[in-house]
Nanobody, 123 residues
């Protein structure tokens, strides 16, 4: 059974940093592209960042330069370093796994989802 478990969310002030983690189990982690999505109240879930099995990274324009995705295949983990957080970054952040980085970017092609972790940024 595949499980993706996010952690690291919390309440921070604008300008602060947070590092989200996602621990994966039940899948051959190194073979999967991984990514992060977020969903703010009343909005659709949106893609934030992706990392391929070969370590290539991709990020949405709205977070480029502030958020960095990385992975550690030895630990079956993917991370999202978030710097210079803004109130509009408040959302539930979800870890995602897909067969390719292109599939990570397509909501309907994500193979596995985590339960999400809440990030709240106060002004």
């Amino acid at each position: 059974q595949v499980q993706l478990a996010e952690s690291g969310g919390g309440l921070v002030q604008a300008g602060d940093s947070l590092r989200l983690s996602c621990a994966a189990s039940g899948l051959t982690f190194a073979n999967y592209a991984m990514g992060w999505y977020r969903q703010a109240p009343g909005k659709e879930r949106e893609w934030v960042a992706a990392i391929s099995s070969s370590m290539a990274t991709y990020s949405a324009d709205s977070v480029k330069g502030r958020f960095t995705i990385s992975r550690d295949n030895a630990k079956n983990a993917v991370y999202l370093q978030m710097n210079s957080l803004k109130p509009e970054n408040t959302a539930v952040y979800y870890c995602a796994a897909a067969p390719s980085w292109r599939a990570v970017l397509e909501f309907g092609l994500v193979a596995y989802w985590g339960q999400g972790t809440q990030v709240t940024v106060s002004s």
